[in-house]
């Protein structure tokens, strides 16, 4: 197990001119929560995450050495263009650069080189879904590329909890989308090799039950959220419940390791369900106090539990930052609850839209 000073590098036994590489790397669902942040990105409890398949970013990196002639202010700077969907992104710029200032600890070499970043994603541009796990997370796996061209005798559990380590200080939730189906992050006692620095993969055994798990993201409103989770997990700060909250996110992980491995579906929507609440209680009673759920959202909640009640079929929701809904269920029930979703939850969907997704299993090189 690493500690975050065993990825500040010495020595790199190459040199690299130039060159490029592109990965991609999914989004995910946490299913136990991360709300609430001390510095450093270091979460102020653990939790646990569903890697999806389908929603992805998808980012190219190239690199070029700057050369001696370049000025020395350019030099003592960091150096880059950032294109989405191939137009230039200035907007995003400021987030790379902070990215960048956090990261440069562990990767010294960031100044040397001009970077031209090229990100997209596979899901509709704004429809809501965060991107911030998915592209913080595609750009770290990049970055760890050019630190394995240059130090080549890296191993590969190095290479993936370092760019986990690098992906949370780019975005919390990123670091837990880049390796394995589930992932956890943050210290828990009963999860061995588990870091508050890097997310781990799921250490113990997992459910049949759970194998192609199912997450159809109903888009409830595509809009701006009003406040950011950033904002969010700073109200976490003197908020009147969070000792408790904290505590609670231990007690739910540690219930979890028993339903995944006994793979008891009525006790995982219990969990589940209820942190997707909790996350909103919390928002609800912050100072400031405010509400991103939507009429819709609760309508789908209803509905959900209605149609669960009425066939038993072991479906449930959970909630990010956000309106939209993510329908978790077993890849055996895809069929019934697909056509229950077109029946019942579309209408309250955005212009009716979705996404189909699944569990995956993490970033991969292109
Ligand atoms: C509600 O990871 O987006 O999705 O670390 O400030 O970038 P920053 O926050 P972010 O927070 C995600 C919060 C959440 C819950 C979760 O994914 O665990």
Redesign the pocket.
Known sequence: MFTANDFIPSQYSQTIESGQFQWSAPS?I?LV???G?KAN?IPANP?V?FTLNNCKTITKLAFEKKNISTPLDVTNKFSFDLFFEGKPKEDFKPKIQKFFERIEIYLPFLKEYHFTIDTENTFPHSSGI?S??SGMAALAMNLMSLEKALNPAMSDEYFYQKASLLARLG????C?SVKGEVVAWGNQANIKGSSDEYGIEFPYSIHENFKNYQDTILLVDKGEKQVS??VG?DLMHNHPFAERRFAQAHENLDKLIAIFEKGNLDEFIKIVESEALT?HAMMMTSMPYYILMKPNTLQIINTIWKFRNETQIPVCFTL??GANVHVLYPNKNKESVLQFIKDELVDFCQNGQYLCDEIGNGAMQL
């Open positions: 995910n946490a929560k991360y709300w942040k990105q939790s995450s965060a911030s796990a975005s919390g939730s990123a837990r989770s950033t997990h996350l990010d930052a």
